[in-house]
């Protein structure tokens, strides 16, 4: 009893582990898609792996991953094929892990709205915010329906999608999200129709995924990082309602319906390994953008993404 009693006096007489730092860049401010980010930070399942988190929402939504390569930050939040295309820029950058494993990003029109196929869409306007790969995906989509991409005007609603398609300004918009524009417009009852992309052509992709400078990186962090992201994957798949308490209780912006409603069609897209990847995924969307002329050349799997559980 005595050797116990002085073993808990030596631990208790040791200092806490100091923690290592980290600075996640978000893609945007903070939303459901955002919450096993959110839940692990709250959980304490962060500070379980022995890190602090400062997680940080951009200015700019399309600095984030350029901040990284430039050494200003551990870890970005961005997406799968922007990211093919900053690696064929140049940027130093490697899928590390995945938040958002299937894509939310639709071709959305009015659900009573005369646009019953994309076959429709021919002399149409379609709304966009971000060009690039909605340019690809659009003539993927369209070009199974045998529109082509000159067939239809593209215009610029910066991030006003659906606000363009409700007042007529648009007759589609591309980049909304599934999860985000279709409970907007319901909400505001002007209810909204999905094409579902990867059910168009579009070869399925990871909507959200963590990008590091491979060049700069702590691997043991960032899968630290990860296996905290993943607990609490985890307990938001296990405990839905109190998993939304938890995260809406961080700020009374997250506390409406729209929010309410994005975390319950949200969830069953939360990457349930994180750090695991599907390497076919990332060859079959370099070879896509390869054949609808974004790219080049392709480059190997190794060169896009990495499992920093093995380094």
């Not at 958002?100 to 915010?129: H, M, Q």
């Not at 918009?173 to 599934?178: E, F, L, P, S």
């Not at 809406?248 to 319950?264: C, G, I, M, V």
Request: net charge negative.
């Amino acid at each position: 009893m005595k050797h116990l009693v002085t073993a808990l006096a030596l631990l208790a007489a040791t200092p806490a582990l100091a923690q290592d730092k980290m600075t996640l860049l978000l893609d945007w401010f903070i939303n459901p898609d955002h919450g096993p980010i959110i839940v692990a930070q709250e959980k304490g399942y962060f500070a379980e792996q022995g890190l602090t988190v400062e997680i940080v929402a951009p200015a700019d939504p399309s600095a984030p991953p350029r901040l990284v390569a430039a050494g200003q930050a551990d870890l970005a939040v961005s997406y799968q094929p922007q990211l093919h295309l900053q690696i064929h820029e140049g940027l130093p950058l490697k899928r590390v892990g995945t938040l958002v494993a299937t894509p939310l990003n639709c071709l959305l029109v009015l659900e009573d709205g005369p646009i019953k196929s994309p076959a429709d869409l021919k002399g149409k306007k379609i709304g966009f915010s971000v060009a690039g790969v909605e340019e690809a995906i659009l003539t993927t989509v369209l070009g199974k329906y045998g529109v082509a991409l000159s067939d239809v005007e593209m215009i610029n609603v910066n991030f006003s999608l659906s606000p363009a398609l409700m007042s007529g300004q648009v007759d589609a918009v591309i980049g909304a999200y599934r999860n985000f524009e279709l409970n907007q417009m319901d909400i505001e009852g002007e209810p909204g129709r999905c094409f579902y992309i990867e059910e168009e052509g579009v070869p399925s992709y990871d909507e959200l995924i963590y990008v590091a400078n491979p060049d700069r990186m702590d691997a043991n962090k960032i899968a630290r990082f990860l296996e905290a992201t993943e607990k609490a994957t985890q307990f938001i798949v296990n405990n839905p309602q109190a998993s939304w308490e938890i995260f809406s209780a961080t700020s009374p912006e997250l506390q409406d319906e729209l929010n309410k409603r994005a975390w319950a069609d949200t969830l069953p897209r939360f990457a349930l390994r994180p750090a695991g990847f599907d390497a076919g995924r990332y060859a079959r969307f370099e070879a896509f953008l390869k054949d609808t002329g974004l790219i080049d050349s392709v480059n190997p799997v190794s060169a896009i993404t990495i499992d920093v559980t093995a380094e």
